[in-house]
């Protein structure tokens, strides 16, 4: 079970965020070059594991995306997980270009490479995969690490209202998933950083194996400009998991996170 809510709650963190279009240009995007963001993760009270996220530009002058995830301690020597994702994203569009899934669960390993292609078609795009081969897919779809950094971008706003669903689409682990978000209101959440004031989620969960209700997830991003997701809480059937932000740096609006110590 421990296994299963480690990768719910670092997957499924960035998973639900997608979205967004063609007009974030460099300039605004931009703005995230450099960061860095760091996790730990609990399962109950026992801390699991952490992850680490960055926004970066490679040799070419294309954005690189990266979330390396891994088991700590006990956790570590239990199950042993190791999960890389990537994403090479257009500066000009915004779109992903490349995403690589590299998970490493125990025994269990998977790689996959996808490149996507937004411009043959009119009314949809097409993805390549390593395992599918060739898939038409919904027209500008993104990966869950473009997708995040889009949602902070041009989401989160001062327009939302209370009871707000976005409906998104995404490509994620070799298959297109509509996953709906509903915006709760805001919150203040007590962190090590001090009390910071959130906008709060509900993706809308699927009942089953892991979750009793639709709404056993929620997720926090502090209200100001950093738009930073600060927690993640899943409710399981059996325990619950904590995604906490430990580490930043690199922040456009670093000195103006809004903390009430």
Not at 1 to 16: E, P
Not at 93 to 115: D, F, K, M
């Given at each position: 079970?421990?296994?299963?809510?480690?990768?719910?709650?670092?997957?499924?963190?960035?998973?639900?965020m997608?979205?967004?279009?063609?007009?974030?240009?460099?300039?605004?995007?931009?703005?995230y070059?450099?960061?860095?963001?760091?996790?730990?993760?609990?399962?109950?009270?026992?801390?699991?594991?952490?992850?680490?996220?960055s926004?970066?530009?490679?040799?070419?002058?294309?954005?690189?995306?990266?979330?390396?995830?891994k088991?700590?301690?006990?956790?570590?020597?239990?199950?042993?997980?190791?999960?890389?994702?990537?994403?090479?994203?257009?500066?000009q569009?915004?779109?992903?270009?490349?995403?690589?899934?590299?998970?490493?669960?125990?025994?269990?390993?998977?790689?996959?490479?996808?490149?996507f292609?937004?411009?043959?078609r009119?009314?949809?795009?097409?993805?390549?995969?390593?395992?599918?081969?060739?898939?038409?897919?919904?027209?500008?779809?993104?990966?869950?690490?473009?997708?995040?950094?889009?949602?902070?971008?041009?989401?989160?706003?001062?327009?939302?209202?209370?009871?707000?669903?976005?409906?998104?689409?995404?490509?994620?682990t070799?298959?297109?998933?509509?996953?709906?978000?509903?915006?709760?209101?805001?919150?203040?959440?007590?962190?090590?950083?001090?009390?910071?004031?959130?906008?709060?989620?509900?993706?809308?969960?699927?009942?089953?194996?892991?979750?009793?209700?639709?709404?056993?997830?929620?997720?926090?991003?502090?209200?100001?400009?950093?738009?930073?997701?600060?927690?993640?809480?899943?409710?399981?059937?059996?325990?619950?998991v904590?995604?906490?932000?430990?580490?930043f740096?690199?922040?456009?609006?670093?000195?103006?996170?809004?903390?009430?110590?």
């Open positions: 079970m421990l296994r299963s809510a480690y990768i719910s709650g670092l997957v499924l963190l960035f998973a639900f997608t979205g967004a279009g063609a007009y974030c240009q460099e300039s605004r995007m931009a703005d070059l450099g960061e860095s963001l760091e996790y730990s993760l609990y399962y109950s009270f026992i801390r699991a594991g952490e992850a680490k996220l926004f970066d530009k490679d040799s070419s002058g294309m954005y690189h995306i990266k979330m390396d995830s088991t700590i301690g006990l956790a570590n020597s239990l199950y042993h997980i190791r999960d890389i994702y990537e994403c090479i994203m257009d500066p569009t915004a779109y992903p270009l490349l995403a690589i899934r590299n998970v490493r669960e125990g025994r269990y390993r998977a790689y996959n490479e996808v490149t292609d937004h411009s043959s009119e009314d949809s795009s097409i993805v390549y995969s390593q395992k599918k081969g060739m898939l038409v897919v919904p027209k500008d779809i993104y990966d869950i690490l473009s997708g995040f950094y889009l949602l902070r971008k041009e989401y989160l706003t001062d327009s939302l209202q209370i009871g707000d669903t976005i409906l998104i689409e995404t490509y994620f070799d298959e297109v998933f509509d996953l709906k978000v509903r915006y709760v209101g805001k919150e203040k959440i007590k962190t090590e950083y001090g009390k910071i004031n959130c906008l709060k989620f509900n993706p809308v969960t699927e009942v089953g194996r892991a979750f009793k209700t639709q709404n056993d997830m929620s997720i926090w991003f502090s209200d100001d400009k950093n738009h930073l997701p600060v927690k993640v809480w899943l409710d399981l059937r059996f325990g619950s904590r995604v906490d932000l430990i580490g740096k690199g922040l456009k609006y670093e000195h103006r996170l809004s903390l009430d110590k």
